[in-house]
């Protein structure tokens, strides 16, 4: 797994066109359109500690969608639309994106901290110690806000 995780909050229409696409070319192309734009107002850097947060909000493995929904979609979760070649796409609707927000919004740091004390990280990147706790508790209030503003925006 890469070292690296951006979520992109999407409109309707990219949405659509990434959904529509039929092989790994057109998603690429796609992809590459919305990385381009980098939009900061519709994006969620979480570096490595991705890998971290999606254990702590699901089922403490490292698979698409795996956990209970709506924490299982937060990271590594949805549609899953490709996997390889350095890189993960997968695609959490309109529909599911309330649903993620209101289940973030009361974690805080303290039951990051208790959740990830749980979990054995053996395959996790990172040393699971008080620094890499500190670092995925630094990027949850990040994940929050970012769910928090595309549920305010998401279609019903």
Known sequence: ?????????????????????????????????????????????????????HRCLTDGGLAFGNGDFPLSHAVLGGVPLHEGDGYIVCHVTAEQVPAVAAALEPLAGGWLRERFATLTFDACQGTADAEDIACTQAFLPGLKQFYRAAAQGAEP
């Open 1 to 53: 797994m890469g070292t690296r995780a951006v979520l992109f909050g999407l409109d309707a229409t990219d949405s659509a066109r990434i959904l529509a696409c039929e092989d790994d070319d057109a998603l690429t192309a796609v992809v590459a359109e919305v990385e381009e734009r980098w939009d900061t107002d519709r994006l969620c850097e979480l570096d490595s500690p991705w890998d971290a947060l």
